[in-house]
């Protein structure tokens, strides 16, 4: 499946995947800075306490070079040529964040959970941040990766960054078939349990599954407990547009027609269809 093709039978995604691709675009356009990849003998402590990465002092992954990328990657926003309303928007932030001293290591910070910010665009600037910080962490999220012992995490928040999971994904076939969770902030995808809810405090294994027609690959999980769903790509190999969250947008609507509420993290909440 490409994006091409899902956006043939799914053309009322196209302005999500218009602002996606443009944004891409402009992240790919940047300078781009390699995280550095830490200790794993320093960070294994924390790890095995459920300390996420980005937040172990001893791991110490430095994020300014990737707030620095999401600061560039605004300034291109702002002064290029995407839709007007993206280069409105991006020019206040772009203004604003100007005038922070450190503006760089702040918007790490941010990133992470700190208010160390008040923003004009809040959704916008995390959106927009992660992808640059994403694109900075991929050397890191592919190492830790190569590191982890899946059996010792299976905690419902990334151990990368410590978000939520935005989408799930099952792989591989039975007695081997298994979760995981993706996050859409940082894009780490790690093994949780097979069934069980990720948002109950309860830990509930109500969960029951609607399938939508015309969509073999995607599925919504939802919890009888808490009424939180997870959309869920059944499938492997065209991960990059499935768990992508905008590309299954259609999702969501279904899930809050029924009722159902989205706990997973979400970078769309900016509600950019507003604008187009
Ligand atoms: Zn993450
Ligand atoms: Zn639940």
Redesign the pocket.
């Known amino acids: 499946m490409t994006r091409d093709l899902w956006l043939e039978t799914h053309s009322y995604l196209r302005p999500l995947a218009g602002l996606s691709a443009a944004i891409d675009g402009a992240a790919a356009a940047i300078e781009g800075f390699d995280a550095r990849i830490p200790d794993w003998d320093d960070y294994r402590p924390d790890f095995l306490a459920g300390v996420p990465l980005l937040s172990s002092a001893d791991a110490a992954v430095d994020l300014e070079p990737g707030g620095r990328m999401a600061s560039a990657l605004l300034g291109r926003l702002a002064s290029g040529t995407s839709p007007e309303w993206l280069v409105a928007d991006c020019r206040a932030l772009d203004q604003d964040l100007r005038r922070v001293p450190n503006g760089s290591r702040r918007i790490a910070d941010y990133l992470l959970g700190e208010e160390t910010l008040i923003p004009p665009f809040p959704g916008l600037l995390r959106y927009l941040a992660w992808t640059a910080m994403a694109r900075f962490l991929r050397p890191v999220v592919n190492a830790f990766d190569g590191w982890r012992d899946e059996d010792r995490w299976l905690r419902r928040y990334c151990p990368t960054c410590g978000s939520l999971p935005a989408m799930a994904q099952l792989v591989g076939v039975d007695p081997g078939r298994m979760r995981l969770l993706s996050c859409g902030c940082c894009g780490t995808r790690w093994q949780f349990k097979r069934t069980g809810?990720p948002?109950?405090e309860t830990d509930?294994q109500r969960l029951a599954s609607v399938t939508i027609e015309g969509e073999p690959g995607l599925r919504i999980d939802h919890?009888e407990?808490?009424g939180?769903y997870l959309k869920t790509y059944d499938g492997q190999g065209n991960e990059t547009l499935m768990l992508s969250d905008w590309s299954s947008l259609h999702l969501d609507l279904i899930a809050h027609e029924r009722g159902l509420r989205r706990l997973a993290a979400s970078l769309y909440e900016f509600e950019p269809e507003r604008h187009i």
Do not use: D
């Open positions: 809810c948002f109950c509930s919890c407990s808490c939180g």
